[in-house]
């Protein structure tokens, strides 16, 4: 059974940076690829960034200069480092794995919540 767990999750002040990290199991954690993504209520959710198991990477424009995704196979484990962050950066952010770096997979954690106040 594939568990995603997201961990990480704070209240922060605009400006500051928060890292964000998921722990996999129950898959081949290395040939996955590994995506961020957010949602807050009423939208849908979004892709942030993601990775694949080689490094390769992909972000979405807003997040594109201010955050970093990566990950350690060997752990497997994958951050999202986040700076610089705005109000508008305040949603539930989500790992995900098994899709693309443009689409999302199957698995989904169950979220951490990034608030940040202005």
């Known amino acids: 059974q594939v568990q995603l767990v997201e961990s990480g999750g704070d209240l922060v002040q605009a400006g500051e940076s928060l890292k964000v990290s998921c722990t996999a199991s129950?898959?081949?954690?290395?040939?996955?690829?590994i995506g961020w993504y957010r949602q807050v209520p009423g939208k849908q959710r979004e892709l942030v960034a993601s990775i694949t198991g080689r490094g390769a990477t992909n972000y979405a424009d807003f997040a594109r200069g201010r955050f970093t995704v990566s990950r350690v196979n060997a752990k497997n484990s994958a951050f999202l480092q986040m700076s610089s962050l705005k109000p508008e950066d305040t949603a539930v952010y989500y790992c995900?794995?098994?899709?693309?770096?443009?689409?999302?997979?199957?698995?989904w954690g169950q979220g951490t919540q990034v608030t940040v106040s202005a």
């Open positions: 995900n794995a098994g899709g693309s770096l443009t689409s999302p997979g199957f698995h």
């Open positions: 129950g898959l081949i954690f290395s040939i996955n690829v």
